[in-house]
């Protein structure tokens, strides 16, 4: 899925919007992924959700449910080692050392920083308590806001749009719980349509016109000879979003389809099959290890599918438990 997502969407729109093509003949702007990265791949994160339905549950949980963090100092710590990571490919887009570079790490502060007081503040007026998981939530939306537009507004902007972005993010995420919508990581809600606003605000907070001339432009300029704010730059930025997202979205599920038609690679659609613990059968090994061979979840999704299903699916499932037994009793670590 991978290869083919890279082939089929990722490099058409990084030519699309970097390389020439018409999202940079219309004059888009996109100064560290915002279109080419995280629209695409959070727009293809609905376009899976979509195809593949939500996951299997026990009986009573929900999705809500389920989608809670394994690990919340797991979260922590990979959203700081996150955040770090991202100071250097927003910074680095600027593909020189000096002032564009420094301005797009202190936007790349501030954003974030901003994004995540206020998303703490929403949790505790629509909930009654701040959380760590929202804290996280905040941080991620204020990176991919500010990714788009981190070489081309003033670190004065960065804190507004930070606001902006986590109000959009925020409501996002509550209107996927709302739909029941299984996206794990809300990749949808944060990466997409908060890459889309971002995207939109380049044209809302970049320089004046007065920037667009290298030449004769003031010293407090962001980035000289780039893009200016206008109606115009607003919606030409919007249209080629737009448009990037939704070719996302839609490529995503023909990949997917046309994995299903042919069997390239399994897809899980069916419940016994996502609970079968299938690691064993594709992978020979499991995230977690269980003396009997079976997390508890999956034993009962087998002894159901064994009573109910059909002889078939009751054969797949048989092999999984004989492969997953196997792979315990063949490994002497584990025994």
């Known amino acids: 899925f991978v290869v083919l997502w890279m082939i089929f969407v990722y490099c058409p729109v990084g030519y699309w919007n970097w390389g020439g093509g018409w999202m ?10 915002g279109i080419v990265v995280h629209e695409t791949a959070g727009f293809a994160a609905l376009g899976a959700v979509l195809f593949l339905g939500n996951r299997a549950l026990r009986e009573g949980q929900n999705i809500h449910h389920v989608k809670k963090p394994h690990n919340l100092p797991m979260v922590a710590l990979g959203t700081g080692l996150l955040w770090f990571g991202w100071i250097g490919f927003n910074s680095g887009s600027a593909l020189t050392i000096g002032g564009l570079a420094g301005m797009a790490f202190a936007n790349t502060l501030l954003c974030p920083a901003a994004s995540m ?28 806001v500010i990714t788009p537009s981190a070489g081309f507004v003033q670190v004065s902007s960065s804190i507004p749009m930070g606001f902006i972005g986590t109000i959009v993010c925020y409501v996002a995420v509550k209107a996927v719980e709302k739909f029941d919508l299984d996206d794990a990581v809300d990749a949808f809600a944060i990466h997409g349509l908060g890459g889309l606003c971002g995207t939109v605000m380049v044209g809302i907070f970049a320089d004046s016109p007065a920037c667009l001339n290298e030449q004769t432009s003031p010293e407090w ?49 069916r419940a016994d099959q996502q609970l079968a613990l299938k690691d ?33 699916e009751s054969e797949s499932v048989s092999l999984s438990r004989e492969l997953s037994v196997r792979a315990v009793m063949t490994c002497p670590g584990l025994r």
Request: charged share 15%.
């Open 24 to 33: 940079f003949k219309m004059g888009a702007w996109d100064f560290a992924g």
């Open 280 to 312: 064993h059968e594709q992978h020979g090994e499991s995230a977690y290890f269980y003396p009997e061979g079976f997390p508890p979840l999956a034993r009962e999704a087998t002894e159901k599918t064994i009573g109910d299903s059909s002889e078939e």
């Open 117 to 144: 007081t206020l998303w703490m503040a929403l949790e505790g007026i629509c909930t009654g308590k701040a959380t760590l998981l929202g804290c996280c939530s905040g941080i991620l939306a204020g990176l991919v």
């Open 221 to 269: 300029c962001a980035n000289p000879g780039t893009v200016a704010r206008s109606f115009r730059q607003g919606m030409v930025q919007m249209l080629c979003g737009a448009s990037a997202g939704m070719y996302s979205l839609i490529m995503t599920i023909i990949i997917l389809k046309v994995m299903q038609l042919i069997h390239v690679a399994p897809i899980l659609t």
